[in-house]
T-cell receptor
Framework: DGGITQSPKYLFRKEGQNVTLSCEQN?????MYWYRQDPGQGLRLIYY???????QKGDIAEGYSVSREKKESFPLTVTSAQKNPTAFYLC?????????????FGPGTRLTVT | RKEVEQDPGPFNVPEGATVAFNCTYS??????FFWYRQDCRKEPKLLMS???SGNEDGRFTAQLNRASQYISLLIRDSKLSDSATYLC?????????FGAGTRLTVKP
């Protein structure tokens, strides 16, 4: 089955620790994205990548880092510099190009930092 | 002003009712428009794209008014399973903007 997987579903960390969220897709999509969702708010873009070995900051990149070494994988690291890391993190992918394509989402990771 | 604005609701309607959601966007360069559905604590899922001529998918009808920068979603004959949050999404290339969503509860 084609799709996007994120792991783990729930993640608990202590303040001051870095944590890496996994995102894998087998849809052969070029573009991948990371969003965070807070209660009552829309999704906010953290980082996106349109091609392997290249990525761009989104609206709220501070305190986060990403890598795109393989087309299928786009891991997100939440660093200790992120002031409010507790949130629902969603990874998405889409076909890339000059036309506009819809995005497909993974099931998300709920991160709680105490 | 937010780039994509939606009435947060909640909309509480009886089964069988018709309900309409509205969405406005501020960037006139926006190219594509979508409605996503998000169930509680789940990921958003594409419901339908929105075309300039308007489009229908079963009980769902989407309309776009570029001049007024306005998108709508109409749900006819509401089912209990339609209860969810509906997200309006506006896209310019790879820059996708999400509304905060409108919550719908359909009651027996």
């Amino acid at each position: 089955d084609g799709g996007i997987t994120q792991s783990p579903k729930y993640l608990f960390r202590k303040e001051g620790q870095n944590v890496t969220l996994s995102c894998e897709q087998n849809l052969n999509h070029d573009a991948m994205y990371w969003y965070r969702q807070d209660p009552g708010q829309g999704l906010r873009l953290i980082y996106y990548s349109q091609i392997v070995n290249d990525f761009q900051k989104g609206d709220i990149a501070e305190g986060y880092s990403v890598s795109r070494e393989k087309k299928e994988s786009f891991p997100l690291t939440v660093t200790s510099a992120q002031k409010n890391p507790t949130a629902f993190y969603l990874c998405a992918s889409s076909m890339a190009g000059t036309d506009v394509y819809e995005q497909y989402f993974g099931p998300g990771t709920r991160l709680t930092v105490t | 002003r937010k780039e994509v604005e939606q009435d947060p609701g909640p909309f509480n309607v009886p089964e069988g009712a018709t309900v309409a959601f509205n969405c406005t966007y501020s960037n006139s360069a926006s190219q594509s428009f979508f409605w996503y559905r998000q169930d509680c604590r789940k990921e958003p899922k594409l419901l339908m794209s929105v075309y300039s001529s308007g489009n229908e998918d079963g009980r769902f009808t989407a309309q776009l008014n570029r001049a007024s920068q306005y998108i709508s979603l109409l749900i006819r004959d509401s089912k209990l399973s339609d209860s969810a949050t509906y997200l309006c999404v506006v896209n310019r290339g790879n820059d996708m903007r999400f509304g905060a969503g409108t919550r719908l509860t359909v009651k027996p």
